[in-house]
């Protein structure tokens, strides 16, 4: 039986609610797949400034560097203290978002299968303002070749895995921002060159927003900036179902970290409408993760009954309220186990 320790941040808002559907998800995988995950329930955010002073401590931190992986719920208004910090201290330089159609969710297309790769640590998120003379406020925007380099060869590697369209789009501003931009621009050339057979545009990022709308078929790896890949990655999940549908990974080379992309939704809490697939699919893309670094076979195979058991149960309706359906939130993970063990629904 193969054994790995998951650090979990339930998280603040609807972060306990959705945590709770995505165990239930996970102990079918490790039912059917046998599999075994010790879980390390660990504090950070809001909840967790209020109660002790502090939104990362140090012995969550510290716990996630012992756990094979870490798979994390939405945090509130100290996201820029719990998972900003944590990806710079972990230097989690890839944030991949991948964005797909699902058969009956509200989807602009049903055709839709495409990834956002971000770089994770730099840009003008690595938080470097100052005021001036308090009437002028300065953010210093951080590029380096490095960061440029790793997450353009991200992009190319997931291309190439992903057996699509064999397609990298670098979006970027560089006829305005003609040094940054225009860095991770020359360094995205450079690296395509190293790919022959995957092929290679780009696109100004006001451009690409709008053909996001207009023809996200057409795409199938965007790499990008910090605050861009932010943006572009919430434009996105809006085509299909909204940022329920959203799940992203923090990936560096000795760490990672999986999580929905959106915020804690306080206005919800205790209503168990909100969707689960976020964290579902998040823990889905932590299970290839898994299975990629240790070779576990058993890991790809549970995340593609993941996959599966959830495309059919939005299929079939069984959603919550958000996608059409009068489920609860652990009602949809629940429904999403017995469809991965293979009893169905009712």
Known sequence: M???????????????????????V???VEEKFNLNFEYVFLEAGDSCLEKRGVALPEETVEAIKKAHVCLKGPVGETAADVIVRLRIMLDLYANIRPVKSYVGAPCLRNDIDLVIVRENTEDVYKGVEFLLDGETAVALRVITRKGCERIARKAFDLAEVRKKKRTVTAVHKANVMRKTCGLFAE?????????????????????????????PQNYDVIVTTNM????????????????????????????AIFEPIHGSAPTRVGKHTANPCSMILAAKMML?????????????????????GAAEVIRRGLTVPDLGGSLTTIGMGEAIAKEIKGAGWG
């Open 288 to 308: 290839e993760w898994l299975g990629q670094k240790y070779g576990d076979e058993r890991c790809t195979e549970a995340a593609q009954a993941i996959d599966a």
């Open 26 to 28: 996970l102990e079918a």
């Open 228 to 255: 861009f890949g932010d943006i572009l990655s919430d434009e996105a999940a809006q085509l299909v179902g909204g940022l329920g549908m959203a799940p992203g990974g923090n990936i560096g080379d000795d760490y």
């Open 187 to 215: 360094v995205c050339r450079k690296v395509a060159k190293e790919y022959p057979h995957i092929s290679f545009n780009e696109q100004y990022v006001d451009a690409a927003a709008m053909r996001l709308i207009k023809e």
């Open 2 to 24: 193969a054994n790995y320790k998951v650090a979990v941040i339930p998280g603040d808002g609807v972060g306990p609610e959705l945590t709770e559907a995505t165990l239930k």
